[in-house]
């Protein structure tokens, strides 16, 4: 089993920034990737950004590319999300997912890929 705990989340305007935390602990040698979901009000939970555990690969979606940053905390054994130039539209509650499944990094944005899950953080972008 692993654990997942976020951190990190709050308000900010528009063009700020924030940087939110996830904390891994149990089983997580066996862990191959992890990833930053997130959930609009009334929307589905979409895909933000994923790194492989050791290999340090990461990916993005389209509407994050060059403002959000996913990076691993080898000392905290945490994995970070760095959000910059934050949109309204960003606003969302941010869930951190991890998965001990190898495939190809274009499938780490599949959510049904994913075995374990935080409970969420709310993140709130204003205009």
């Known amino acids: 089993q692993v654990q997942l705990v976020e951190s990190g989340g709050g308000s900010v305007q528009a063009g700020g920034s924030l940087r939110l935390s996830c904390a891994a602990s149990?089983?997580?040698?066996?862990?191959?990737?992890m990833a930053w979901f997130r959930q609009a009000p009334g929307k589905d939970r979409e895909f933000v950004a994923a790194r492989t555990w050791s290999g340090g690969r990461t990916y993005y979606a389209d509407s994050v590319k060059g403002r959000f940053t996913i990076s691993r905390d080898n000392a905290k054994n945490t994995v970070d999300l760095q959000m910059d130039s934050l949109k309204p539209e960003d606003t969302a509650v941010y869930y951190c997912?991890?998965?001990?499944?190898?495939?190809?990094?274009?499938?780490?944005?599949?959510?049904?890929?994913?075995?374990?899950w935080g409970q969420g953080t709310q993140v709130t972008v204003s205009s």
């Open positions: 997912a991890a998965t001990y499944s190898r495939v190809v990094i274009t499938d780490l944005s599949v959510e049904s890929g994913y075995n374990y």
């Open positions: 149990g089983r997580t040698f066996s862990t191959y990737a």
